[in-house]
């Protein structure tokens, strides 16, 4: 097993049962939502639940994403989970300046195993996403951004799935220039749309997204699959490595080929991914 993680499962904070599943459903991460899945009345409650699972370690990484910075909640979300020893990250909605990350890693210096606690930044606005690159670099703490679609697409008013693709290649390419993994893809909101489900991921890949957010245990095989590297990505990977091996310079396979630097470390990329399995 590699440490990438492909699998991101949210659930509702105010659902402990439902958490408890989520912990055994063979995700990657589990993230407990405090903000867009939990009603106003049931804000407090979510908080208190969650403060009390993150006060033990837990089987598998576990991050909160806390409600809006700008909003009321935020300020005791931050305070009822961090740090804890259960607490493996914290995901921020909304972000749309680099000061929103630098105010929550003041507040999150240090996480339950004295260490700087991750943070990953959620775009949601057309000002998030003009504003990537400077968000994505805004605090070491910072070890993620990624797209939050619902919300981005009511903001710019995109009707088609295509008209988001210029603020998906732009957070790609802002993870990338500021030294971040590749970020995640954002929800496949129909459950039983699985056919959809993988068909979006492959166009997610193609993009440069690494894995994705999911909100139902169903989807976890599926992003895993589509994401993982098929047997024949492998061989031709394992055949570019014997080839560089061999000769270090640039050249051609007998297939036509042609190899470089390039294309040796896209193939370092795949095995490392392939290692998952």
């Known amino acids: ?102 105010r929550v890693a003041r507040r999150a210096a240090v996480s339950g195993d004295g260490g700087a606690l ?31 679609e619902a919300d981005l697409r009511t903001d710019l008013g995109v009707r088609d799935d295509a008209g988001l693709d210029y603020s998906r290649s732009r957070v790609v390419v802002a993870a990338r220039a500021a030294g971040l993994a590749p970020p995640t893809q954002s929800v496949h909101p129909d459950i039983r749309d699985l056919d959809g489900l993988m068909a979006s991921c492959a166009h997610g890949r193609a993009l440069g997204f690494l894995g994705r957010a999911a909100i139902h245990p169903r989807q976890l095989p599926v992003i895993e699959k589509a994401y993982l590297p098929t047997q024949r990505e492998i061989e031709q990977a394992e055949t570019v490595i014997k080839a560089a091996a061999m000769n270090q310079g640039a050249q051609a396979l007998p297939n036509g080929t042609f190899i470089d630097t390039a294309v040796v470390t896209a193939a370092q990329r795949t095995l490392t991914l392939a290692q998952k399995n």
């Not at 049962?17 to 106003?40: N, R």
């Not at 908080?47 to 370690?57: F, K, Q, V, W, Y």
């Not at 935020?74 to 630098?102: E, M, N, Y």
């Open 1 to 102: 097993m590699t440490g990438v993680a492909l699998t991101w499962l949210y659930v509702p904070g105010d659902r402990p049962p439902v958490v408890a599943k989520a912990l055994a459903s063979g995700a990657d991460v589990v993230v407990i939502d405090l903000e867009d899945a939990v009603a106003p009345d049931r804000k407090a409650y979510a908080r208190s639940a969650t403060a009390e699972l993150l006060g033990d370690p837990q089987p598998v990484p576990v991050h909160v994403r806390v409600n809006a910075l700008s909003g009321p909640w935020a300020r005791a979300d931050l305070a009822a989970v961090v740090p804890a020893p259960g607490l493996s990250g914290l995901r921020l909605p909304k972000v749309s300046s680099p000061s929103d990350i630098v």
């Open 118 to 148: 991750p943070l990953y930044a959620l775009l949601e606005t057309a000002l998030g996403i003009e504003r990537a690159h400077a968000v994505a670099t805004a605090h070491p703490s910072l070890r993620g951004i990624a797209i939050g």
